[in-house]
């Protein structure tokens, strides 16, 4: 049976995610933040008769926890043979009122700590000479938007990691892949929603585009046919795939708009795609 070890498991994609891959038939490795999350995922597994499902606990930029989550699948089970990096959290505001230590957690989280795991996993997948490393990005790691620089700022990041690693790893026989959601509406928006602590200070010029940014987002959000099933099904696919592609863009919105991007001219995009957000987020219509 495979091993499978999946980040930030506790909500949201990571836990459907979680479920998904044990119901297939994987040894999965579930890791978690806190005990509550852990006894929470353990008794709903338990539950559904997924007894190969464990969740042990992992904070990702803890280098030494991640190579004793590590070296307990080695032992368990031979080695992982595949990682799901889902892991993250968010940071909302324009970068004007960002804070840089904000800025910097958020980096610490969602790119070094994804470099952490797939540091720890890299030598028992090349010595096995298989397996897949998964990064749950986003849509908003190709294009950017408002209201969100600094969180596009680390998907943008961990693409460009991805794809490079992609190039390094494939002579091994370890495949990288890029999981691309849209918006899905998880915890994420809801209790995880995290803003800077300046962003919505009255004297900030950006505090009002702030507001209509959110509840455009919202809307998308309520409106978004994409659930964390869907992106569950897609990593599951990924890893059944015997020449799994480099990126899983999901959402027809997002891939027409992506679609656009790649095909229209660079002008036309920037003019109609970026001037229309612009205009609904500020009221204005770039000149």
């Avoid at 353990?42 to 991640?66: F, M």
């Avoid at 030598?123 to 209201?147: D, N």
């Avoid at 002579?171 to 995880?192: A, D, Y």
């Amino acid at each position: 049976m495979d091993s499978v070890i999946i980040t930030g498991s506790g909500t949201g994609i990571g836990r459907e995610t979680a479920f998904c891959l044990a119901r297939a038939g994987y040894e999965v490795y579930a890791t978690v933040l806190t005990p509550d999350q852990a006894g929470e995922i353990e008794a709903e597994a338990s539950r559904r008769g997924l007894g190969n499902l464990k969740a042990p606990l992992l904070d990702i930029r803890d280098r030494e926890a991640v190579g004793s989550v590590v070296r307990q699948v080695h032992e368990e089970t031979g080695g992982p043979f595949a990682l799901v990096n889902n892991a993250g959290i968010t940071l909302r505001g324009f970068f004007e009122d960002l804070e840089e230590e904000e800025i910097r957690n958020l980096f610490e989280t969602n790119v070094f700590g994804t470099l952490n795991v797939t540091r720890a996993v890299i030598p028992y997948m090349r010595e096995a000479r298989r397996g897949r490393i998964l990064i749950v990005t986003s849509i908003g790691g190709r294009i950017g938007s408002m209201g969100v620089n600094a969180y596009c700022s680390t998907k943008f990041a961990q693409e460009g990691f991805g794809e490079s690693l992609y190039l390094e790893l494939l002579p091994f026989g370890v495949h990288v892949v890029l999981i691309e959601p849209p918006i899905v509406k998880t915890e994420r928006w809801s209790r995880n929603r995290r803003y800077g602590e300046r962003v919505f200070d009255h004297g900030s010029p950006y505090s009002a585009w702030l507001e209509q940014a959110e509840a455009l987002a919202q809307r998308m959000v309520e409106s978004s046919p994409v659930t964390p099933v869907d992106v569950a099904q897609t990593i599951l696919q990924a890893l059944r795939a015997r020449r799994p592609r480099l990126r899983y863009l999901l959402g027809r919105r997002a891939r027409l708009v992506h679609a656009i991007r790649r095909y229209a001219p660079e002008s036309l995009f920037d003019r109609f795609y970026f001037g229309e957000v612009i205009r609904l987020v500020t009221g204005k219509r770039p000149s």
